[in-house]
């Protein structure tokens, strides 16, 4: 049994370095390598379905083409979006989100960073997804839109949001406060966060996730500021350190 001081291991996309990013074989090797949590990404489909995909086009990480807003659930889930990867993952589809609730452990938590900056089309159906069937204490939401984060929280008080961000901050928890809502988690670029902005963020109670680091030494680095976890896309690798490092 993992004692809260452990560091929590994030799986990114999954474990998007042995498996296409995004797809339910990258969340369940996530799960199978010792997770404590998946990140991955979310878009609304043009018939608005909550659909797992980083880019906003199907482009890069499948065999079809075409932006997500403007496809229809049908024609996503029609794409590979295993092989670009390897051909051991051909008939990998692009998830729905409710599928990756489906496939994984209720004892795992989930990190969904909305990507859809088009507006505030995707709030009530998130909400209404998170709100049943108890997935709303398994889950963070994060984003680099604060703005929509605010929203999403004034709208459902028991949600738990992350703030993501690439930038080199005077005052991490000082930021997080002047939101005037109740922020759970930071999730800034790993490179970005040092020593004196972890223990004032752990000070004021909140849990410091910083992505996406995927080499011992940067390992080493966050373990040494304190975070509370790791978001890598090779979670069984960073498992593997922290039970040599924490036991
Ligand atoms: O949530 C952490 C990380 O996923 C943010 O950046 O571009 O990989 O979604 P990106
Ligand atoms: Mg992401």
């Known amino acids: 049994m993992r004692n809260a001081q452990?560091?929590?291991?994030?799986?990114?996309?999954?474990?998007a370095g042995e498996a296409p990013e995004n797809?339910?074989?990258?969340?369940?090797?996530?799960?199978?390598?010792?997770a404590d949590m998946v990140e991955l990404d979310v878009h609304l489909s043009a018939d608005g379905k909550l659909i797992v995909c980083h880019d906003e086009?199907?482009?890069?990480?499948?065999?079809?083409t075409g932006a997500i807003r403007d496809l229809t659930e049908y024609a996503i889930r029609n794409a590979d979006a295993g092989n670009w990867f390897s051909s051991d993952f051909s008939g990998e589809r692009i998830p729905l989100l409710e599928e990756v609730y489906e496939a994984l452990p209720d004892s795992m938590e989930i990190?969904?960073?909305?990507?859809?900056?088009?507006?505030?089309?995707?709030?009530p159906v998130l909400l209404g997804f998170l709100r049943e069937d108890g997935r709303l204490e398994r889950t963070i939401v994060s984003s680099f839109d604060h703005k929509l984060l605010v929203r999403l929280k004034q709208a459902e008080p028991k949600l738990r949001i992350g703030l993501l961000y690439a930038a080199d901050l005077i005052d991490h928890a000082g930021y997080a406060a002047g939101l005037n809502v109740e922020v759970y988690s930071l999730h800034p670029f790993h490179e970005l966060i040092g020593a004196r902005d972890t223990s004032d963020a752990v000070t004021s109670g909140l849990a410091v996730y910083p992505y996406t680091a995927n080499r011992p030494e940067?390992?080493?680095?966050l373990l040494e500021l304190g975070v509370s976890g790791i978001i890598t896309d090779y979670p069984g690798e960073l498992r593997n350190y922290l039970i040599q490092k924490e036991g």
């Open 6 to 15: 452990q560091t929590r291991v994030i799986g990114h996309r999954g474990a």
């Open 111 to 123: 990190n969904v960073e909305v990507k859809d900056a088009a507006g505030s089309a995707l709030d």
């Open 57 to 64: 086009t199907l482009d890069r990480t499948s065999d079809q």
């Open 218 to 221: 940067q390992w080493q680095r």
């Open 23 to 34: 797809t339910l074989a990258s969340f369940r090797l996530a799960a199978d390598q010792g």
